[in-house]
């Protein structure tokens, strides 16, 4: 089973960017769905972007459209979130995941339960 890992998450003044990578170790990133999500305490997990296995297709949440970017880079077996303009209610604990398919063109889907691999999360926090 495919082991993802978050890294590039940190502490971030309003206004600013950060990029989060996502390395899948133990398996193929190109013949999976790649979705990120984010938590906070007391909250389900939402959804924030989802990627087709070639990167063609991508969705957003209407809270990130125009400001978050996710791409991917199957050569390096590594996906990305690209956050500018940062905000407060961005701050929380980012997850990628995996879900295996076997279409090249599949619409990344928005639900956690439809995605079965998962990193361990990294932190977000964004000061005023």
């Known amino acids: 089973q495919v082991q993802l890992v978050e890294s590039g998450g940190g502490l971030v003044q309003a206004g600013g960017s950060l990029r989060l990578s996502c390395v899948a170790n133990?398996?193929?990133?190109?013949?999976?769905?790649m979705g990120w999500f984010r938590q906070t305490p007391g909250k389900e997990r939402e959804f924030v972007a989802g990627?087709?296995?070639?990167?063609?297709?991508?969705n957003y949440a209407e809270s990130v459209k125009g400001r978050f970017t996710v791409s991917r880079d199957n050569a390096k077996n590594t996906a990305y979130l690209q956050m500018n303009t940062l905000n407060s209610e961005n701050t929380a604990v980012y997850y990628c995941?995996?879900?295996?398919?076997?279409?090249?063109?599949?619409?990344?889907?928005?639900?956690?339960?439809?995605?079965?691999?998962w990193g361990q999360g990294t932190q977000v926090t964004v000061s005023s």
């Open positions: 995941a995996g879900r295996p398919s076997s279409s090249l063109r599949s619409v990344p889907p928005r639900l956690a339960a439809d995605f079965t691999s």
């Open positions: 133990g398996g193929i990133l190109s013949t999976y769905t």
């Open positions: 990627i087709n296995r070639i990167g063609l297709n991508t």
